[in-house]
């Protein structure tokens, strides 16, 4: 009894969550509004159908109630397909032939009266059928996901592929259902909380991943990736991090495009910022010095103006935070 309890609560707990994040998504007013209600579709969806299993594992749901609950992959499969157009294609208008999509979820809810009250019947419609059309959509996702290769940033060929990852998964889970390999019929909704609160962490940490920082910028993966070795290059060649009052004005000057592009480009490329960009230069330039014998009686504060750092505090920080060590121990360490 008390372990049906745990089970209850932590099954619970995840369905409670999805819904609070599919709910906070289709409220979101920041970024792309149109990915981040696919985004709550597809959530809200799985959640739906992960529903259904809690409730019919602990009360004996009407037939009626147990296909409104299969429902949820009905836009679920859709939902993911289209928000892989917007994120990864920037699709940020939908045709007429895109919303065709949705059209099974309006014939099963129309259907739902009229389905048989047996128990074969009901196996089929809500596993087999279930199974067969998240299928569709996850192979077309995962077809998308790869013709996106060079034309998306990784951040977020990478957030969609966690995203596909999830989803194929519950997919699995279904699947062993229906042919009866799953030992336990609650284990599924138990791994969907665990799944639903790591989807939860990665999505409020999702700056990360840069998903709508640049979800309206003209600059493609190939183009980002072009850029930045123009910037790399004027590291790495001419040594620019080196030039007083650098910022990103001064290098988009310099390389004829505008700020943002400049700060799109390493984030993208290197998931780094400009600042923490300009300190990684600046400190591997240091460790050189560190580590030359002409340069072996140097100060450290003269080390750190050579390098391009304004004071002696920002560059000890700066070290420590690229090596784990400060300036005068990673001098120790190449000396002896």
Known sequence: MLTNGIILIMASMGLAQGLFLSFYLFSLKNGDKKANVLLGLIILGLTMRIGKSVLNYYIPLEEWQ?????????????????????????RKIFSRSDYLH?????????????????????SFWNYGLVVFFLLIYLILSFSLLRR??????KELLQWYRLILLG???????Y????????????????????????FTYLFLNRHKFSLEK????????????????RIKTLFELEEFFLQDGLNLQVVAEKLGVN?????QAINENRQQNFSEFVNYHRVEKAKKLLGAPEHKTDKIATIAYEVGFGNVTSFNV???????????????NVNS
């Open 175 to 198: 699947l062993g259902n229906l042919f009866e390999l799953t030992p336990h019929y609650i284990s599924g909704p138990i791994f969907y909380s665990f799944m639903i609160y790591s």
């Open 259 to 263: 700020t943002r592009l400049i700060s």
């Open 214 to 229: 640049y979800s309206h910028s003209k600059m493609d993966a190939r183009g980002s990736k072009e850029l930045y070795q």
């Open 167 to 173: 989803a194929t998964l519950i997919w699995f889970y």
């Open 318 to 332: 700066a070290f420590k935070k690229e090596t784990g060590i400060t300036p005068s121990a990673y001098r120790r």
């Open 148 to 153: 996106s290769r060079t034309s998306a940033s």
């Open 102 to 122: 949705f059209v099974p979820f309006g014939c099963f809810l129309f259907l739902i009266p009229f389905v048989p009250r047996n128990g074969n019947f009901e």
């Open 66 to 90: 147990k296909n409104i609950g299969t429902s949820g992959i009905f836009f679920a499969g859709p939902a993911l397909f289209l928000y892989g157009l917007t994120l990864l294609e920037k």
